[in-house]
């Protein structure tokens, strides 16, 4: 027996291990969503999910399928989906997520005809999937890769594309025990991916239909300058003073900050926190020792007055980041992830964050182009601010560093859009 056989055979029996352990996870999540409100809402909210699609799916019209595995994933799905709309205006859309946050922050969007959950990648939720939806082409986001949804794909010739796409070398795809997930992605067309050592590692396993596109992210926040971002409650907030707005912060940002926030005169801040619970935003106003007002009860207050404006909603941060002089993105102090640092970049000022960033590129590189500071203490912190508060000139060369820093990695959409039309 040849070589080719038994790494065919090797194939199916690692393939039918992983549909084993998929189908039992689907009885261990709907049990363990007894003792977590989490996984209960992902088990609950895939109950009859395909009797909806059929009730919600037109099968006489035509449909592009965008797969984001949560909410970040759908940020930068945003750009492809207005490039679609534009371009092929009688086609509906069908967003899928993988995670409850995704799905439960994003029921309606006028870019998006359905959202639904992804189901479990078994073959038979795959095949049930796409019958219903039957694609004319299908995207997915990043990196949420699904061997029985890739397989289907394949099997129906749908043109299948993969949009800012990430390879790492510690992936299963590169690795002996991973080398079977390897024929799924050769359900992708294309791959349009965001770095140089996505293309290498692709083209190493065979694969050299890939574009250096880089990160539609980048196309999403320059988009945002060009929107109405007025709020008539910042601006009568802010009045003449400078603004430091903390976007997504979590605990561990706000004790880095807090120092200086308490001991600071002629600067306004605006915290718009990760979590907008009752009892965290509580806490968060007990530890300010100045004057403080929160969006929900900001009505009938002289909001000149408040040195503080706590964003206990959501949905504003980003044209609250219009109005700063400088913002500190949260997520890093800590170890719960850094949050978008490109939507205040957007705007051309300079930006602050925690220690913890290895994981975030684009972090990385705008820290040494200098737009960028990472502190790892209040101290840093408060010597960093003071820079800026004291240093206009400093301050300003920062934010035009973060600014440019948008304007030249932007067009990632523009590629598959280029693509498309061949």
Not at 73 to 100: G, I
Not at 110 to 117: C, G, Q, S
Not at 133 to 140: L, T, V, W, Y
Not at 393 to 420: C, P, Q, V
């Amino acid at each position: 027996m040849g070589k080719a056989y038994f790494s065919n055979l090797n194939f199916f029996i690692v393939q039918g291990i992983y549909n084993v352990l998929v189908k039992l996870s689907g009885v261990f999540l709907k049990s363990a969503g007894n003792f977590s409100p989490k996984l209960k809402e992902f088990t609950k909210g895939r109950e009859g999910l395909f009797s909806k699609l059929e009730k919600d799916i037109d099968p006489s019209r035509n449909h592009f399928w965008i797969h984001a595995a949560s909410l970040g994933e759908f940020e930068m799905a945003v750009p492809v989906l207005k490039m679609l709309k534009k371009n092929y205006p009688d086609v509906k859309t069908v967003v899928s997520f993988f995670s409850p946050s995704g799905f439960k922050n994003k029921q309606f969007h006028p870019l998006v005809d359905h959202f639904t959950y992804l189901p479990l990648d078994t073959q038979k939720n795959a095949e049930n999937f796409l019958k219903i939806i039957q694609p004319k082409m299908a995207f997915f986001i990043k990196y949420d890769f699904w061997p029985n949804f890739l397989n289907e794909l394949k099997k129906n010739n749908t043109r299948t594309f993969l949009v800012s796409g990430v390879f790492r070398k510690d992936q299963a795809f590169f690795k002996i025990y991973g080398k079977w997930m390897i024929q799924p992605l050769k359900a992708f067309e294309h791959f349009f991916v965001q770095n140089k050592e996505s293309v290498k590692l692709l083209d190493a396993i065979g694969f050299k239909n890939s574009t250096l596109s880089g990160d539609t992210r980048f196309d999403r926040v320059a988009a945002q300058i060009e929107a109405d971002n007025g709020i008539d409650f910042i601006e009568e907030f802010k009045q003449d003073k400078l603004l430091l707005v903390c976007g997504s912060t979590w605990p561990e940002d706000e004790k880095l900050i807090m120092n200086y926030l308490n001991n600071s005169k002629n600067i306004k801040f605006i915290i718009a926190p990760h979590e907008i619970k009752e009892e965290k935003i509580q806490k968060l106003t007990n530890e300010l020792k100045i004057p403080s007002v929160k969006y929900s009860e900001k009505e009938g207050k002289d909001l000149e007055e408040f040195p503080v404006l706590i964003l206990d909603t959501i949905g504003l941060l980003g044209r609250a980041y219009s109005y700063a002089d400088m913002a500190y993105v949260g997520g890093a102090a800590g170890n719960t992830g850094l949050h978008n640092i490109l939507e205040p970049a957007t705007f051309g000022i300079p930006i602050i964050i925690g220690e913890n960033y290895s994981r975030f590129p684009e972090a990385e590189r705008l820290r040494q182009l200098a737009g960028l500071f990472s502190v790892k203490t209040s101290e840093e912190f408060s010597a960093i601010m003071k820079k800026f508060s004291t240093n206009s000139e400093f301050r300003k060369k920062s934010g035009m560093i973060a600014g440019h820093f948008i304007n030249s990695n932007t067009g990632a959409t523009r590629s598959l859009e280029e693509y498309l039309k061949k």
